[in-house]
């Protein structure tokens, strides 16, 4: 098993927290993945284009013995599970399911890239980052998921999704 893999959820379609949910617990059923960590959930504007509804995020940390082309087919398969359908960029979506970081390892193909070219632009992802791994390095930009939160330009508002 490898540790330090966190993946980023996010949806804005109907049900959010429920689609976020779905595809824990299918993560959760795969034998070759271990959820080690989970941030709470949190409510945050959208990303890109703006007039739609605000997204529900969540980090978790997993340890598996995917390897990083594994890892992505499987998040695919997972997000085709949990109801995704076909959007355009930035759209809405019943569930998006992001690598975020594979340890510490840097992945860069036409397909993906890791890690996430924009984490350290995005506060919906720094600040559950923080939540569960405020320590953990970027291995490209040499910063702590923290200092990468103190100094992103994203002012965005993220906030606990509080259940109405």
């Not at 409510?43 to 990083?68: D, Y």
Request: charged residues 30%.
């Amino acid at each position: 098993m490898r540790t330090n893999i966190f993946l980023g959820l996010g949806s804005n379609i109907d049900d959010r927290v429920g689609h976020i949910n779905t595809a824990t617990s299918l993560i959760r059923s795969c034998s070759d993945v271990k959820i080690v960590k989970s941030s709470l959930i949190y409510e945050t504007e959208p990303w890109g284009i703006r007039n739609q509804i605000a997204f529900c995020n969540q980090v978790i940390m997993l340890e598996s013995s995917f390897l990083p082309e594994d890892l992505l087919n499987f998040v695919k398969d997972i997000e085709v599970k949990t109801g995704r359908t076909q959007s355009e960029k930035w759209h809405e979506r019943e569930i998006d399911v992001d690598i975020l970081f594979y340890d510490t390892e840097v992945v860069s193909n036409e397909r993906f890239s890791i890690p996430h070219r924009e984490v350290q632009n995005r506060k919906f992802v720094l600040v559950p980052m923080c939540e569960i791994a405020k320590d953990f390095i970027h291995p490209v930009l040499n910063k702590s998921m923290e200092q990468l939160l103190n100094e992103t330009k994203d002012n965005s508002e993220v906030k606990l999704y509080k259940q109405r």
